[in-house]
C-alpha cells in the first residue's frame, strides 16, 4: 500500500513538473558590492542566477515566453531578513504575487517557488517585496522580458512590428546612506512584525542607467552597439523613486508602442517620454547613419519636479569611424568583464568562436557586442582567424 | 417624431432623478493623527465636526445643489470648483458664502480653497465631487491621495509660506488615513467578485507627483484630466501629478487580496516607519 502512495506521489509531482514549460533558479543575496563611477564601493542586496555569480545592480533579466507555464525556484541564500520575488505586472495570483504577508516570505537558506503563466508580450520588473522600500534601494530588482509565443526576439508581441535590436534600459538611484549595516540589517518578523525604520532622507548621489553613471556611461566599452538604420526598441523600466525624462536625440524618429505589457491604444510620438517609479514602456526609434546617438535621461525629485541629474546613454553605429577594409588587429575590452558583456573596436570579416574552458564551444558570430553574460563567470577562450585572447567574467 | 418622444422622455427621466441638494461645507481647523506624528490642519466638512479630510461629495448630473461653504476658522478662506466658473469670493472668519451649482456633466471635480495658493489646499482645504449619471450602477472606490511634511503645517498656520522646492514630505495618505487605517475605509478600500467591473477615482490633492502601482490586474483609463492621449490606456502603474485626476476601470478576473501603493516607495513610509505610508489592498471575492 505504502509502495502505492509512494508511485501516486512522484506520478502526481511528475504530473505538476510536466507542465512548467521553463523554470529558473534566481538567487538572493546580501552580500553585493557595487563598485560606483568615481571608484566608491557600496554595499547592496540583489539577485543571481548561478551560486558561482556575483550578484549585480540589477539583477540579471529573466526572459520569457508568452503562454508559458513557469517556475521561478528562488533560493534566499542572504545570512539576512527574508526576501521575496514580486512579479510586478504580471499579474499573478495572490499566492504567487511574492508579497509575503499576504503569502510567504523566502528565509534564509529556504527555496520559493512562483508558479505563472508568462502573461502578454512586454516589459516587466521583478523586485524584493519584503521591505521593499530598503530591499529596492539595496539593489532587488531587476527586468524581466516576455517575448511572442513563438519567443521571436526581434518582435514587440505576437504579430507586431519587427526591430532589428533592444535594448533595456532600467533608471534607478543610488543613496549610499541607506546602504549602511545599519540601514540593511533591519528587525524583521513575519508573524509579528516589527517597526522598520527607514532613513530620514532620500537624496541619491547616484543616477544610474541599467547599472552604470556618469563615467561609466561615458566609457566606450559601454555603449551601446547597433548597426547603421537600426531599428532598436528601448525596454524602459523605472525601478528607482525619482521621475525620469527620455530625451531622445533629434535626429531619430521615437515612437512608443506599449506600456506596462500592453500595447497603447495609439502610438505615443514625442521626443521626450516621462517614466515614473514602477512603470515600463517600449519605444521604438529608428537610427541614421550617424556615427553616435544620445539618448538623455533626465532624474526628477517627485516632490519638487527638479532635475537632480542628467544622464547620458550612448549607442554607437557599427560603421562609426571604423574602416571597413582593415585587418582584424586586436581590441576587445574590457577584460575582465564584470557583466560578461565585451566589445570589440574593429568589425569581424568572418566568424569568431568562443570556448569555455573545457573546451566546449558555446558561441559563433560576427557581432561586435560579444554578450557571455548568460555564462557563469570565469575564464573563456575567443578564437578568430587564429588569433586567440582569454576573456574573463569576473 | 420618435425620436422627439425619446429626447422628451430623456429630460422627463433626468428631471425626476436629479434632486436638490442643500449642502453645507464648513472649514474647520483641527489636527490629524499619522503615523507618529499629529498635524494642525483645516478641511471642508458637512459636518460641524472636524473630519482629518475633507469630504467627498457625490452628486447626481443636474442636480440643483445649494451650496454654502462656512468659516469656522480664524483665517479667511476661499472656495472653488475645478473646471467650474463660480466665485464664492474671499470668506471671512465666522463668514458664509452660498451659491447655486447645477453640474450637467458627470465627472470627476476637484474643490479647492483657492486662497493662499496652494498651501491652504496642501493643509487639507481640498475636496473631491464627483458627478454619475443616474444610470450609473458601477460600484466607485474614492482615493483623494495627498502628502504632509510634518513641519510645514503649523508653519503654514502661522502666516510663513515654505520655499516649495525644500519639500520633502515624511506622510503619505489615502483619504487622510494611512496603511493599516487605509483598509478599514470603506470608501477606498476595493472590494467585489470576479467578473463584476469596479472604478476607482484617485485625485492628487497633494504636491508630489505620485506613482501607484495595481498588484494582480491592469486597470484601463477612462478619465484623465490632465493628460487626454492616455485616455483607453490598461496600465498597472499610474503616474497621478497635483490637482490631477483619474478614472480608472477594471473588471477582476481573479479571486485575492493585492497591494496597491506608491511605487515611490519612501511614499509607504509614514513618519519614516515602513509601511504606514500610501498603500492599501483591495479584496475579490469569487
Redesign the interface.
Known sequence: MKKFYIILILLVSHSVYAQIDYSKLIIGRNNGAKTLHDGNVTNTFGFAESLGELIDVPGPTIYLNEGDSVEIDFWNMSQGAPHTI?L??L????EN?G?GA?SFDVYHMAHGFYRFKAPHAGTYLYHCHV????H??AGMYGVLVVRPQNGDPNQVWTGGEAYEKELIITSSEIDTNWHTDAVLDHPYDTINPV????????IPQYFLVSGLSDTQLSNPANYYWAAEDAKVYLRQSNAG???TRYIYPSSVSARTLS????P???E?VNDTL?V?????YGTMIQLGSDPFYTIDVEYFD?????VKSTQTYTIRTSMAGLDENSIFSSTIYPVPSSTGVFYSSEEFQSEYEIYSITGNKILEGKNMRIDLSDQPKGMYIFQYEGWTKKLLIN | MRFIILVVLGFLVQDTIAATLDVRLVIQAGTINLSGATLDARTFSQNTTFQPNSDILIWTTNDDVNLRVVNLDSDPHGFEIDGYTTSFGTIAPGDSSEQNIVLSNAGVFRYFDNLNSPFNAYLGLSGVIHVKDASDTTPYFYWDIREYQELWNAQIIGGSNPA??????EQFTINGNHYPNTVTDPLARVTGNVGNAFKVVVVNNG?????L?F????LSIEADSKYS?T???????F?VHPEEHLVLSCTPD??????VH?????A??GG????TGMLL?ILIDP
Not at chain 1, 517597526?195 to 532620500?202: E, S
Not at chain 1, 506600456?259 to 500592453?262: L, M
Not at chain 2, 485616455?231 to 502603474?237: A, N, P, Q, V, Y
Open positions: 514580486h510586478h505586472g499579474d499573478v495570483n495572490q504575487d508579497v499576504l521591505v521593499s522600500t530598503i529596492v534601494q517597526p522598520v525604520m527607514i532613513p530620514d532622507d532620500y523613486y525619482y521621475g506600456s506596462d505589457g500592453r497603447l491604444p495609439a505615443y516621462e515614473y517609479p514602477g512603470e515600463r517627485l516632490n519638487t519636479n527638479e | 516649495l522646492n525644500s519639500y520633502d514630505p504636491l508630489s507627483i505620485h506613482s502601482h498588484h494582480g490586474y491592469h492621449y485616455l483607453g490606456r490598461s496600465k498597472d502603474t503616474p481573479k479571486e485575492g487580496e493585492y497591494p506608491d511605487h515611490n516607495l519612501v509607504v513610509t519614516g516607519e515602513y509601511s489592498t
